[in-house]
């Protein structure tokens, strides 16, 4: 375990759902009761080391805890249980005039308003202690992310890793699939690549091109 993170809501969520004294009932991804009692186990884990947790200091990632689950639900007690252990890190993050955090423009990909503060904090936790770290579990978009995030020292811990990476991976091929659709101009809704490759002699002058958009894979 690193020496302090930043963690992200789904964590404390699927965490909560697995509590196995008082399972939140909650809508968690993952739903697979296994997966949600390893990520459980990680923020066990976590509330037992000496890691320190990070947090702005406007209290928006707080804030967006409290939103998602209640105080005593095992999420927000990890949560309480840093704070009595004087294991919190505050770190200031800038915010725009909607509420978002501010990236620099090498981080512009990072899409999701919710996840720009998260990435804020970790940016200011490596200026301030040499690292920052963001623990995910059910969000694959940290996965799309991982490239550029590595090159500004924001590191990433997938906590079921295998799951993550794979789902990712699906959800790239199917990115990946629309697009061979729209090349073809077949239906999504009903094309299961095999159709598509009736069309194929129109599609391969593209591929070089889908490949380079999407990643690599296809």
């Known amino acids: 375990m690193r020496a302090r993170y930043v963690v992200d809501t789904n964590v404390l969520i699927a965490a909560s759902a697995a509590d196995p004294q008082h399972p939140k009932d909650i809508d968690a991804t993952p739903t697979d009761p296994a997966l949600r009692e390893q990520v459980w186990y990680w923020l066990d884990q976590f509330q037992q080391?000496?890691?320190h947790l990070v947090l702005d200091d406007a209290g928006k990632i707080f804030d967006e805890y409290q939103n998602k689950l209640g105080f005593y639900?095992?999420?927000p007690q990890v949560v309480q249980r840093k704070w009595d252990m004087c294991a919190v890190d505050l770190v200031q993050v800038n915010y725009d005039a909607d509420g978002h955090?501010?990236?620099p423009s090498t981080l512009a990909l990072v899409h999701d308003p919710a996840d720009r503060k998260m990435v804020a904090a970790a940016l200011a936790a490596h200026v301030l202690y040499g690292e920052g770290c963001v623990a995910?579990?059910?969000d694959t978009d940290w996965h799309d992310w991982e490239g550029?995030?590595?090159?500004q020292h924001v590191l990433l811990e997938p906590i079921?890793?295998?799951w993550s990476r794979q789902k990712h991976a699906e959800k790239k091929q199917r990115q990946c699939r629309s697009k061979f659709c729209?090349?073809?101009r077949c239906d999504p809704a009903r094309c299961l690549r095999i159709e598509c490759r009736k069309n194929w002699s129109k599609i391969i002058p593209q591929i070089k091109i889908i490949r380079?958009?999407?990643g690599g894979v296809y």
């Open 160 to 162: 079921i890793e295998a």
């Open 49 to 51: 080391s000496s890691a």
């Open 182 to 184: 729209e090349l073809s």
């Open 212 to 214: 380079g958009v999407m």
């Open 101 to 103: 955090g501010i990236l």
């Open 148 to 151: 550029a995030l590595h090159e």
């Open 73 to 75: 639900d095992f999420g």
């Open 136 to 138: 995910f579990a059910g």
